[in-house]
């Protein structure tokens, strides 16, 4: 089975509003990372947190790993924060890999 | 603030060529990977590299080779190339089990 998932698959916002995406992972994550790739271009890694909470700018994760489990929380959002994220987990220690989520799709109207 | 370098970006080819894209990275890390990511932008590990050992080697078909000649290139080689290799193929570095850091992509199209 599918080890990460993510939700919402897509999720539409007016400019301002927040945004909140989860992910759950079906083992145990011993490293946890959100992307951000706009359509065509490259992924960018957005927050590093294997477990507690991060913040940079106006994005907030949350990781509880004994839950299996992360967030990513947008705050005010932008239109160009428009595209899509993904979640990544290591399944396992030391495994040298990152397994990645399908991606929310992100879209802020104006 | 791009430190992982793909060449070339784009390239478009017919069945049965050779492909290879290149990878560096200047951040000092020691290990490196190559990603797939499908049409459904899908992302999958195909190799990654630890100071030039090859711990990764996920289900991948023979004509995909990884080439390493120290840890700061990866390079990839598709020896004959099939229509399903139509992808991007992501370069990644990080410290072992590290942050990882993405190049731009290489989208490979096979005609």
């Known amino acids: 089975g599918q080890q990460v998932q993510q939700s919402p698959a897509s999720l539409v916002l007016q400019e301002g509003e927040n945004a909140e995406l989860q992910c759950n992972f079906s083992?145990?994550?011993?490293?946890l990372q959100w992307f951000y790739q706009r359509p065509g271009g490259s992924l960018v890694s957005l927050l590093y947190?294997?477990?507690g909470t991060k913040h940079t700018g106006r994005l907030t994760s949350t990781t509880v790993t004994k839950e299996r489990r992360s967030s990513l929380h947008i705050s005010s959002s932008q239109i160009t924060d428009s595209g899509t994220y993904f979640c990544?987990?290591?399944?396992?220690?030391?495994?040298?890999?990152?397994?990645f989520g399908h991606g929310t799709i992100l879209r802020v109207h104006p | 603030e791009t430190a992982v370098f793909q060449t070339p970006n784009y390239h478009v080819t017919q069945v049965g060529n050779e492909v290879s894209f290149n990878c560096k990275q200047t951040?000092?890390?020691?290990?490196m990977y190559w990603y797939k990511q499908d049409s459904k932008k899908l992302l999958k590990i195909m190799f990654s590299?630890?100071?030039?050992?090859?711990?990764v080697n996920e289900t991948v078909p023979r004509r995909f080779s990884p080439q390493s000649s120290d840890k700061a290139h990866l390079n990839l080689r598709i020896k004959s190339v099939e229509p399903e290799d139509s992808a991007v193929y992501l370069c990644?570095?990080?410290?072992?089990?590290?942050?990882?850091?993405f190049g731009e992509g290489s989208k490979l199209t096979v005609l």
């Open positions: 990544a987990m290591e399944p396992g220690a030391n495994t040298g890999k990152l397994t």
């Open positions: 947190n294997p477990s």
């Open positions: 083992s145990t994550a011993t490293q």
């Open positions: 951040l000092g890390h020691d290990t």
């Open positions: 990644a570095s990080s410290y072992y089990t590290g942050q990882l850091y």
């Open positions: 590299y630890n100071n030039k050992q090859l711990i």
